[in-house]
């Protein structure tokens, strides 16, 4: 009964699966069991007090009703002075809104502009919801490959060779999401340069992880690099992930205005405005100043390099040292063919990404859910003592197959 009515739309996406391991962790540890989740893209800090202080004020204030869809005057004005201060973009009120999620946006974009018969150029390894996101839309995801010899990052030649005359969009994601490579200015020329000869092509930019980059590593968005393609960039970001605001759900995007201007109307028909509350929450994390996140790139940084030492011991395993995000994406190729204490042989990083759960009670993600097989997405950003351990466990759990 369920599938007549179920809209055809339906069968084209799939639940996230960073979502699906986020509700077995729970299950097991509703269950008893002492899961470590190192699938979960999310910091374990806590948002900065002076930012929580901001919200409760607007609650005591009583600032808890509907505002403008795309956002609050004060917070526009923020959203402009941050992408002028940090990105040296000029934008006006018009070509900037605030949603419910940096998510949130990316999807209302995709939804005014893609139809079928077009297609999305994905660079993969891709966050898991990219493909999806652009298959409710009604187009046509062009996944193009990316290689772990090239950094994981798109080259020029392989964007040129993608490109058709139905291509709508290119999403580039950097810091990137599974793999924290960081596009470097040159890089990004590069590709700038084989864009402005496909005027045809809007470009998404997708920051979110901006302010997680590692030295020598330096951040830079495609819309400083080549100006002229400013009228086709939208240049999404947040506060989820560099201010430890992911329950907040406040993301912000900057492009041309008739591109805000549609996302603005899908706003206003599904969402309407993102909360009051945490909207001025948000006014203070973008003005007030940011000095924590040096703090917390230095702590991230040692779990980086406590993770890449955990790989190092582990036969089978690999990984580069990623630059940006929280993440390590670490080749298990090794791994296929062997056999667990229980018999049973790994045949994919989907095969290991269960070995790992069962046997060690760690929680990962198959590098499959992002594109990319056989490989595992580690995200490292949990309190160290639990870092430590998790550690342990996947060394123990590792030396036990034959």
């Known amino acids: ?6 809209a055809p739309r339906m069968r084209r996406v799939r639940p996230s699966p960073t979502a699906v391991i986020s509700d077995r962790v729970r299950a097991l540890s509703d269950a008893g069991v002492d899961v470590i989740n190192l699938g979960e893209g999310e910091l374990d800090f806590d948002t900065p007090e002076h930012i929580k202080q901001a919200g409760i004020a607007a609650i005591v204030q009583g600032d808890t009703k509907y505002t403008a869809v795309a956002g609050t005057a004060a917070l526009k004005q923020a959203i402009i002075s941050k992408f002028s201060r940090e990105n040296q973009l000029g934008y006006q009120p018009n070509e900037v809104i605030a949603g419910s999620g940096a998510k949130q946006l990316i999807f209302n974009a995709l939804l005014a502009t893609v139809s079928t018969g077009k297609e999305v150029i994905i660079p993969a390894p891709y966050w898991v919801s ?19 010899e090239n950094g994981w990052k798109l080259q020029a030649a392989d964007l040129a060779a993608a490109i058709i005359p139905a291509t709508r969009w290119l999403i580039l994601n950097s810091p990137n999401n599974p793999t924290g490579a960081v596009y470097s200015a040159e890089e990004l020329r590069a590709l700038a340069d084989v864009l402005l000869a ?12 901006e302010h997680i980059c590692h030295p020598p590593a330096q951040f830079v968005t495609l819309a400083q690099v080549e100006p002229r393609l400013n009228d086709r ?36 028909q599904s969402t309407s405005n993102a909360s009051s509350i945490s909207q001025a929450a948000t006014v203070v994390a973008l003005e007030q100043d940011n000095g924590f996140l040096a703090e917390w790139r230095a ?10 030492a955990c790989i190092a011991q ?6 580069d040292l990623p630059p940006g995000a929280f993440y390590v ?57 639990r870092l430590d351990e998790a550690c342990a466990r996947i060394i123990h759990a590792c030396a036990a197959l034959s």
């Open 1 to 6: 009964m369920s599938a007549e009515f179920t």
């Open 130 to 148: 990219y493909p999806d996101m652009v298959s409710l839309a009604d187009g046509e995801p062009r996944i193009v490959p990316c290689t772990e």
């Open 198 to 209: 496909e005027p045809h092509v809007l470009i998404m930019a997708d920051d979110i992880y």
């Open 233 to 268: 960039i939208l240049t999404v970001n947040g506060v989820s992930k560099g201010y430890s605001m992911t329950g907040w759900r406040i993301g912000y995007a900057g492009g041309p205005a008739w591109l805000i201007s549609s996302m603005q109307v899908l706003q206003s």
């Open 299 to 308: 702590i991230l940084d040692t779990r980086r390099q406590k993770m890449m």
């Open 314 to 319: 582990i036969d089978g395993l690999s990984a």
């Open 329 to 385: 994406f670490a080749n298990c190729t090794g791994m296929l063919g062997k056999t667990t204490p229980k018999g049973l042989t790994i045949g994919s990083d989907v095969d290991f990404v269960e070995y790992l759960l069962d046997a060690a009670h760690v929680a990962t993600l198959q590098g499959s859910a992002f594109g990319a097989s056989p490989y595992l997405r580690i995200a490292y950003a949990i309190d160290d003592e």
